[in-house]
């Protein structure tokens, strides 16, 4: 694709409730990373996969934060049981994957918990 | 951690006059830092980078400067348009985990017609 894609674009979810969101990167880019960003705040970084190897999930912020990328390609970011502080936009980017490279990102899923 | 401070969190300029937002941070090691636009509801989009080889980078009207001694650095806009309004971000990282950015808070530049 031309971008990095993501889905859905808005999602609201009652507490409680189990959500997915979906990142497609471009085509090819071996690098992806997933961050959250609250209301007036600057992006904060999740995690990271190099193909499907997940190198870094240190940002995650609780066990209730799950994200795969099985084929090295597609990533989902699973969030159970959802909280209201959960409430965030969540930012898919990704790079070739070669030092140097340029990180971009996708336009991001809206997920508002009520 | 890195942690990276960026000022003023909200700056107004009359059309045609120069901008400038200022971050400072604190990992020594981080030697790439991009800086990005942000306008509502719209993805961040880079829109300048600096690595820390270079002190300074022009690209038309935007340029950033970096001090790495001072630990600091400077998105430089000049001429601005109303189109320039938004929330631009600095961000800083090391080069060995290239995608793991640490952003500032973000300043929501307006610029006035």
């Known amino acids: 694709g031309a971008g990095v894609s993501q889905s859905p674009r808005y999602k609201v979810a009652k507490r409680g409730q189990d959500v997915a969101l979906r990142c497609d990167p471009i085509?090819?880019?071996?690098?992806l990373f997933w961050y959250q960003q609250a209301l007036g705040q600057g992006p904060e970084f999740l995690t990271y996969?190099?193909?499907?190897?997940?190198?870094?999930k240190s940002g995650l912020p609780s066990d209730r934060f799950f994200a795969e990328r099985p084929e090295g390609s597609v990533s989902t970011l699973k969030i159970q049981r959802t909280q209201q502080e959960d409430s965030a936009v969540y930012l898919c980017?990704?790079?070739?994957?070669?030092?140097?490279?340029?990180?971009?990102f996708g336009e991001g899923s809206w997920l508002t918990v009520v | 951690g890195e942690n990276v401070e960026q000022h003023p969190s909200t700056l107004s300029v009359q059309e045609g006059d120069s901008a400038v937002i200022k971050c400072t941070y604190s990992?020594?090691?981080?030697?790439?830092f991009p800086w990005y636009k942000q306008e509502l509801g719209k993805r961040p989009q880079l829109i300048i980078d600096i690595r820390s080889n270079v002190g300074e980078k022009k690209d038309q009207r935007i340029a950033v400067t970096l001090n790495k001694t001072a630990k600091h650095f400077s998105l430089h806009i000049t001429e601005t348009q109303p189109e320039d309004s938004a929330v631009y971000f600095c961000?800083?990282?090391?080069?060995?985990?290239?995608?793991?950015?640490?952003f500032g808070r973000g300043t929501q530049l307006t610029v006035w017609p």
């Open positions: 996969f190099q193909n499907e190897a997940q190198l870094d």
């Open positions: 990992d020594s090691a981080s030697n790439y």
């Open positions: 961000a800083a990282s090391r080069g060995s985990t290239l995608g793991r950015l640490y």
């Open positions: 980017a990704s790079c070739p994957g070669h030092s140097g490279n340029t990180i971009y």
């Open positions: 085509s090819g880019h071996v690098s």
